[in-house]
């Protein structure tokens, strides 16, 4: 099969110079064009990596804590059938684990040392179902017997409480008893039985879990407040809960991960989209580049255009030859780029420790950041992107400078030749 000669002139243009001296400088800028696209390609692709790594470690933390749905009944009270509500809930194809809480916040205090606190009432035996947390502290979680008021503490407010396991503790429910002398809060003195460490700062210094039938006579209730739930795919939770809430026998409010960290996901969204729009930037200036190769290169071959539109080549043809370079340096650009961005991202956890030990720094020091090691996370849905953008951007700078050598004139080009 015969090969169009616009495509041999254009990779033979692309090489330029390399055979000889006479056009080495516009191989030069098609090189720096090439490795720019490269760059900018292979930069967005780590960074978006990165971010994409820490969004996964810090979710992934986040739901060893808190579960993937949460059923509570209208107005925040006490559920009237928990028991049918969670087998109804496990009738999902999507359910694995189902398990009752209390849910309330109080006041825990040591001596004169006093936090706030989020007061969890759960069940050992069926908590372990729904939370990755329960599930890898189990007999710590034993230890929360009924009657005994044993509470176990996030590792950051019981070093900010100063207290151990075995060590007394004051929990301060909200609603105090009326007495004749007034409303007086109501004191319940708890034992530390342990503590635990999630890795996010929010429940580590802020969470107490206790006993369900504890919770509920502290806070005088008859009942859960809420259910909480697992699912095969943590994705699904919103379609999910939407569904529950069409066949659950009653009323009740129904919110899923996404929801109860809303604010802290959409963050991170804007953040990944302006980082994905500056670094795009980067590639467009690199591909942009290719304007100034190409306008030198029609500059210094006026002549070879203008003897090919003598021996018949239509303007078509001398375009098409400029935009198979130009399209050249760009298709070798974003594989370059890819090649090198999804290399680096997919060793992202070896290169950066080889950094700090030959710089002797730390890029993530453990006692200001919640991950040590710098996670990354490669998508297809980022990749592609990507890719059809740099290869866009390279294709349309040729378009000008394609079009430019088209109306070059033959008569005018050979005058001086």
């Known amino acids: 099969m015969q090969i169009p000669y616009e495509l041999v002139l254009g990779w033979r ?29 292979a930069a967005l692709i780590i960074v978006l990596s990165v971010m994409n790594g820490f969004q996964k470690e810090v979710r992934d933390r986040m739901l060893g804590v808190v579960s993937h ?7 925040g009270g006490v559920l009237e059938d928990p028991q049918r509500t969670m087998a109804e809930a496990r009738r999902h194809p999507q359910v694995v684990g189902a398990a009752p ?20 009432g759960i069940d050992p035996a069926h908590e372990h179902e729904v939370t990755d947390l329960a599930a890898g502290m189990r ?11 044993g509470v176990v503490l996030g590792a950051e407010l019981a070093r900010q409480l100063g207290v151990r396991e075995g060590d007394p503790l004051t929990l301060i ?5 009326v007495t004749p002398a007034g409303v007086v809060p109501r004191l319940k003195q708890m034992k ?10 929010e429940y580590d210094s802020g969470l107490v879990l206790l006993h369900q039938e504890d919770a509920q006579r502290i806070f005088r209730l008859e009942g859960p407040t809420g259910i909480r739930l697992k699912l095969k795919d943590l994705n699904q939770a919103r379609e999910v809960a939407a569904e529950l809430g069409r066949t659950l026998t009653g ?4 919110r899923d991960w996404s929801r109860q960290n809303r604010t802290w996901f959409a963050a991170v969204q804007v953040e990944k989209r302006m980082m994905f729009i500056i670094l795009t930037l980067i590639v467009a200036v690199a591909a942009f580049n290719l304007v100034s190769t190409l306008v030198m290169t029609v500059t210094d071959k006026r002549a070879d255009i203008a003897i090919l539109r003598t021996l018949g080549a239509s303007p078509s043809s001398i375009m098409g030859i400029f935009v198979v370079q130009g399209a050249t340096v760009g298709v070798i650009g974003t594989l370059g780029g890819l090649l090198l961005g999804l290399g680096i991202a997919m060793n992202i956890d070896v290169i950066v420790p080889a950094l700090e030990q030959a710089l002797n720094a730390s890029f993530l020091p453990k006692d200001i950041y919640l991950i040590s090691k710098m996670p990354s996370d490669p998508r297809s849905d980022d990749i592609m992107p990507i890719a059809l953008i740099s290869l866009g951007l390279a294709f349309v700078a040729t378009i000008y400078p394609s079009w430019r050598a088209s109306r070059v004139n033959p008569a005018e080009a050979l005058r001086y030749e």
Do not use: C
């Open 139 to 149: 007999p710590v979680l034993q230890r929360l017997v009924p009657g005994e008021f």
């Open 192 to 201: 530390v039985v342990g503590s635990f460490d999630s890795g996010h700062f």
């Open 69 to 75: 749905i949460e059923i509570f009944g209208p107005g």
């Open 101 to 120: 809480f209390v849910s309330a916040q109080a006041l825990v205090a040591r001596g004169e040392d006093m936090r706030g606190a989020i007061v969890r």
């Open 13 to 41: 243009y692309t090489r330029a110079g390399r055979a000889t001296r006479r056009n080495g400088f516009i191989s030069f800028i098609s090189g720096v064009s090439m490795l720019g696209i490269a760059l900018g390609v």
């Open 251 to 254: 009323e009740f409010l129904i």
């Open 173 to 177: 429910a909200p609603s105090g008893q």
